[in-house]
């Protein structure tokens, strides 16, 4: 499969890594690749891009990429970012990093959406355009199987996901619908689920501009490859592998992405995090960052209207001190 992918907010990504001769940055989301090569071109030899996925396909359509443009400063990881600093010492530390001192990247990016090879691939479930095999997962290490959520999980357990990571509002009606339906048969593909969807939310709901099934297919998406956990343990390894003056950016495309992301920076560019009633500070918390852009910034128009995807992305930075 051809692997095709529209990168979200390239322009103000590289405007504020500000990549230069020599430096070395990863990119912890490698998709197809679009920032990982533009950071190449502007880094030069000397430098050095570690580019991470947990997609098979994101990896060898990369390395087709790499052999065509004869690049030698990019390395290749399959893996999940949450493993960011394992994969620094197994793919770089040899050659590169002496001793245990591995802060030596000027900077680190990811973008949390999915790349429309993914969407478009029709051996996977990330789409409801299409009518296919109901798999979610990323990569090897997802944690659990789509289909096994939806048949196996209890009512509760749906519910939760549903309400939680995909914050629907049908949550319970939905959840109930499908223990009823899989009762009579297995549910494997995303028509299957769909159907089911529509039959357990009021007609007004299904004439919204955002399709009805969108919210339930973002919930197990998350619940299959525990993406919420996975930034909340790469985001504060990133900032270990960062040297100071480094920077962290990170492209978000929902609220819950985006308020991991907000709080870890708030409460990194802060000396105290103590409650407001402990009068003297006990943690001993000391500020790791300053916050460059205090609003998340969004896409231009110009770029939404070639890629309506990137009207909800939103971006972070912060620089290390």
């Known amino acids: 499969m051809k692997y095709e992918h529209t990168p979200v907010m390239l322009k103000e990504i590289i405007n504020y890594l500000q990549p230069v001769s020599g430096a070395y940055f990863i990119d912890c989301t490698l998709g ?67 001793g245990e001192q591995y802060n030596i990247f000027d900077g680190v990016v990811f973008d949390l959406g999915l790349s429309s090879a993914q969407l478009a691939d029709r051996s996977r479930g990330f789409s409801f355009q299409n009518d296919t095999p109901l798999d979610m997962a990323f990569g090897f290490s997802a944690k659990k199987k789509t289909r096994d959520i939806v048949n196996k999980s209890k009512i509760d357990y749906l519910k939760n996901i549903f309400r939680e990571y995909g914050e629907e509002k049908y949550a319970y009606s939905i959840a109930r619908g499908i223990i009823k339906a899989r009762k009579e048969k297995e549910i494997n593909t995303t028509y299957d689920l769909i159907k089911i969807i529509s039959d357990n939310v009021p007609s007004f709901y299904k004439n919204k501009k955002i399709h009805f099934a969108t919210k339930v297919f973002q919930a197990l998406r998350i619940a299959t490859n525990d993406e919420l956990q996975n930034i909340k343990d790469a985001l504060p390894q990133a900032l270990d592998l960062l040297k100071v003056g480094g920077r962290i950016a990170v492209v978000s495309f929902h609220s819950l992405e985006d308020r991991i992301v907000k709080q870890f920076f708030k409460k990194e560019s802060k000396d105290c995090i103590c409650p407001p009633e402990v009068p003297i500070c006990q943690c001993g918390h000391k500020k790791q960052i300053k916050i460059i852009n205090k609003k998340p910034l969004k896409a231009e128009e110009e770029e939404i209207k070639i890629n309506p995807r990137s009207r909800s992305a939103l971006l972070r930075v912060a620089e290390k001190i």
């Open 32 to 98: 197809g690749a679009s920032y990982t090569l533009k950071i190449s071109d502007l880094i030069g030899e000397k430098g050095l891009v570690l580019g991470i996925d947990m997609d098979k396909n994101a990896i060898e359509n990369a390395q087709k990429q790499i052999g065509i443009k004869k690049k030698n400063n990019i390395i290749l990881a399959h893996d999940n970012f949450s493993n960011l600093k394992s994969i620094v010492s197994e793919k770089i530390s040899k050659k590169l990093i002496s």
